[in-house]
């Protein structure tokens, strides 16, 4: 499966953009990149995904490079409710008894400072 | 609200116990996931459904099963709970079978604490 690699810990003022990067240079082809974020003991929440393009939605930007070996998601004007931990995972292809499962890492603790 | 539901927020019980905790997936979804989550093991994948079918199996202990129900509501079984079984449970759900395009949605969980 494909592995990510994230830095354990970010900060950003709030107003500012929170850029989080991400490392997956064994991604395949057909796999996705998704990211999910989770507030101190909640439910982990889902954010956006991506295979190749870069993808905009109301909470977020991610943006692919081209070899889709890294990635990197955007919070355009980080807020104090966007302090969490951001999980950057590749789904991998539909295969067997892996099939759905996600795999969180340890993810980017970001903290967002007044 | 991701309109996942999970009963109940919390619970505590002692050694040697067994207890249920349930999952009510979002309008529409058929597939259910469970996760664990404690301090040293991260969100851990047990166990997903689909229509009433298991699907995938993850690190799901022999003491613990569950199934999913023909009204798609799912119950995670817990028993001879050990300390370290303490944890956060979490339920999420997703439209289809866990394609890689099928996005999952969690809900609040239920914090378990072993006595």
């Known amino acids: 499966d494909a592995k990510t690699t994230q830095p354990p810990s970010m900060d950003c003022a709030e107003g500012r953009a929170a850029n989080l990067p991400c490392n997956h240079s064994t991604i395949s082809g057909n796999e996705y990149v998704y990211w999910y974020r989770q507030i101190h003991s909640q439910g982990p929440q889902y954010i956006i995904h991506g295979l190749k393009n870069n993808e905009t939605n109301e909470m977020a930007s991610l943006i692919i490079t081209e070899d889709r070996k890294s990635s990197t998601l955007i919070l355009p004007h980080a807020t104090l409710r966007d302090t969490a931990v951001y999980y950057c995972i590749v789904r991998v292809a539909n295969r067997g008894s892996t099939l759905g499962r996600l795999y969180f890492g340890r993810g980017t603790q970001l903290t967002v400072w007044p | 609200d991701s309109g996942v539901t999970q009963t109940p927020k919390h619970l505590i019980t002692a050694t040697g116990q067994r207890v249920t905790l349930r999952c009510s997936p979002r309008s529409g979804d058929l597939s259910v996931y469970w996760y664990q989550q404690s301090l040293d093991q991260g969100l851990q994948f047990l166990i997903q459904?689909?229509?009433?079918?298991?699907?995938a199996k993850g690190n799901i202990l022999e003491r613990f099963s569950a199934q999913q129900f023909p009204d798609l509501h799912s119950e995670l079984n817990l028993s001879s709970l050990e300390l370290g079984d303490s944890a956060l449970y979490f339920c999420a759900s997703s439209v289809g079978s866990g394609a890689s395009t099928d996005t999952q949605y969690f809900g609040p969980g239920t914090r378990l604490t072993v006595l």
């Open positions: 459904y689909y229509n009433g079918e298991e699907r």
